[in-house]
Every structure is written in C-alpha cells, then in structure tokens.
C-alpha cells in the first residue's frame, strides 16, 4: 500500500514547499525527530539539485510499507542534462557548481536506501527510502 504526492520544483519557494510537505509525511509515517531531520535535509539538497543544476524537476513523496515497516519514499526526477560520470558526482567535494560537493554523498548518508539512475542527455531519476525505526 502506498500513499503519494506530487510536487513541481520550479523555483527555491517550490524547494521551501518540498521541505514542508516532506516533513509532514515524515511526522505522519512516525519518523523519529533526527530521522525527519535527516530525510527532510536529503530532501533539501535533491530538490536544490534539480533546480540548480537541471533547471527544475518534480518530485513524488510516498508513504510505502514493507511488512509492518513503515518509510517515506522520495523520487526526484528531472529532464536536465544528466550526470556523466555517476560514481564522481558521488564523491564528497566534486563539485560542478560552487557549492561544497555534498549534496549527493551527503543525501546519501542521511537516508537508508538511495538509488540514482541518470545518462548525459537523460535527465536524472533519484529515490530515498528513509524507514521508521
């Protein structure tokens, strides 16, 4: 069973509306306060990923259950320019634009599951699963 919501992440008020509507799914599926921190932050980072770097993108916030497991699944895709070299754009401190180089390695560590699929020319498709401890 799963419950969903999607969002345009056109401007940095849609990545504010992101933020906010993550976090209320993560107080819904009972996601401990550091845990609705870390996601709503990985969150953070991947909607400004899409702006920044593909001009914009949506993401689809979904309640998922596994068993009598409960977690928040985000999956932010975007029709930008994609990522070359996937492994690099992992690394921390690579960087194509002048922030720090953790968005992706940091979104990474914050989350329990993390999957990110992209191709030059493809766009760019990231899902994190946090789930409730």
Same mark, same amino acid.
């Given at each position: 069973?799963?419950?969903?919501?999607?969002?345009?992440?056109?401007?940095?008020?849609?990545?504010?509306?992101?933020?906010?509507?993550?976090?209320?799914?993560?107080?819904?599926?009972?996601?401990?306060?550091?845990?609705?921190?870390?996601?709503?932050?990985?969150?953070?980072?991947?909607?400004?990923?899409?702006?920044?770097?593909?001009?914009?993108? %949506?993401?689809?916030?979904?309640?998922?259950?596994?068993?009598?497991?409960?977690?928040?699944?985000?999956?932010?895709?975007?029709?930008?320019?994609?990522?070359?070299?996937?492994? %690099?754009?992992?690394?921390?401190?690579?960087?194509?634009?002048?922030?720090?180089?953790?968005?992706?390695?940091?979104?990474?560590?914050?989350?329990?599951?993390?999957?990110?699929?992209?191709?030059?020319?493809?766009?760019?498709?990231?899902?994190?699963?946090?789930?409730?401890?």
């Amino acid at each position: 069973m799963t419950t969903s919501d999607e969002l345009p992440i056109k401007s940095n008020s849609d990545v504010v509306l992101v933020r906010q509507h993550v976090r209320t799914a993560a107080v819904n599926v009972g996601l401990s306060l550091v845990d609705q921190t870390k996601v709503v932050t990985a969150a953070s980072e991947l909607a400004r990923n899409a702006l920044v770097y593909a001009g914009g993108g %949506q993401v689809r916030i979904e309640i998922v259950h596994n068993g009598i497991r409960r977690g928040l699944r985000l999956a932010f895709s975007d029709d930008g320019p994609g990522i070359p070299d996937i492994e %690099q754009a992992l690394t921390d401190g690579w960087t194509t634009g002048g922030g720090l180089g953790l968005g992706l390695s940091g979104s990474r560590r914050l989350v329990d599951e993390f999957d990110l699929r992209s191709a030059p020319g493809e766009g760019t498709l990231v899902t994190v699963t946090k789930w409730a401890r």
